[in-house]
C-alpha cells in the first residue's frame, strides 16, 4: 500500500532535491512516508519534539501566536515542517552539490 | 570591528519588515539588541533552550550535519535564527505579505 512508483507528486520532487515526504497527523503520529519505517521512526523522533518545542517557544513569547511553518537548514540539507490543522507535514531536501572549483 | 557590527545591525534595522534583531551568546546571553530589555531577556532564553534543541535533532540524525539556519513562520511574523560559532542571532520580521 506504500507504492509510490506511479506518484507524479512524488518523482517531480525527487527531481527538484527532495528526499523525503513523511505525513503525520496533528498528535505527531506518522501516518505515510516515501521511506523506511525505521528511518520515519527517526525523523520523528527527532523533528516532533523540536517542532512542539518550537511552537510552545511561540506561544510562550506570545499566547495569542502559533505556529504555521518551520524551516531548519544545515550543510547537506533542508528540512521543510508544515502544521496544519489535521495533519503536519514534514519533507526532507538534499541540496545538490556543487562542482567545487580550486581558487 | 565593534563599529561594522553597529553599523550592520543598523542597516539591517532599517528594512522595512523587521520588527527586531538580538544577538545572543552561546551561554544565552543577549550581546546586542534592538528590541527592549524584558522582551529581549525572554527571546534570549527561549531562543537559547531551541537552538540546543535544534543542534542536537540535527546531529543526531545524521552525524556529520550541522544545523546553520532555523525559520519559524507564525502567523504574525516570522523569526529567523542563524547560528554562527559563538553566538548567533534572531531576527523577528513581519512577512512581505
Do not use: W
Amino acid at each position: 500500500n506504500r507504492s509510490y512508483d506511479g506518484d507524479a507528486f512524488v518523482t517531480l520532487f525527487a527531481r527538484r532535491g527532495g528526499k523525503d515526504v513523511i505525513i503525520l497527523d496533528a498528535d505527531g503520529t506518522p501516518l505515510q512516508s516515501t521511506c523506511s519505517t525505521k528511518r520515519t521512526f527517526l525523523y520523528v523522533s527527532n523533528l516532533k519534539p523540536l517542532l512542539f518545542m518550537a511552537r510552545n517557544v511561540v506561544r510562550d513569547l506570545d499566547p495569542s501566536n502559533d505556529i504555521t511553518f518551520m524551516r531548519i537548514r544545515s550543510d547537506i540539507g533542508e528540512i521543510h515542517m508544515t502544521i496544519g490543522t489535521e495533519f503536519i507535514l514534514i519533507i526532507v531536501q538534499r541540496f545538490k552539490r556543487k562542482a567545487v572549483t580550486a581558487s | 570591528m565593534s563599529a561594522e557590527v553597529e553599523e550592520m545591525l543598523k542597516r539591517l534595522q532599517n528594512y522595512k519588515n523587521i520588527i527586531g534583531i538580538v544577538v545572543i551568546d552561546n551561554d544565552g546571553i543577549p550581546i546586542k539588541t534592538t528590541l527592549e530589555y524584558t522582551t529581549t531577556l525572554h527571546y534570549a532564553a527561549v531562543m537559547h533552550m531551541l537552538r540546543q534543541k535544534a543542534s542536537q535533532a540535527v546531529l543526531d540524525l545524521d552525524g556529520t550535519n550541522e544545523f546553520t539556519l532555523l525559520r519559524m513562520r507564525t502567523l504574525y511574523h516570522e523569526v529567523i535564527l542563524c547560528t554562527q560559532g559563538d553566538y548567533f542571532i534572531v531576527v523577528l520580521q513581519s512577512p512581505c505579505d
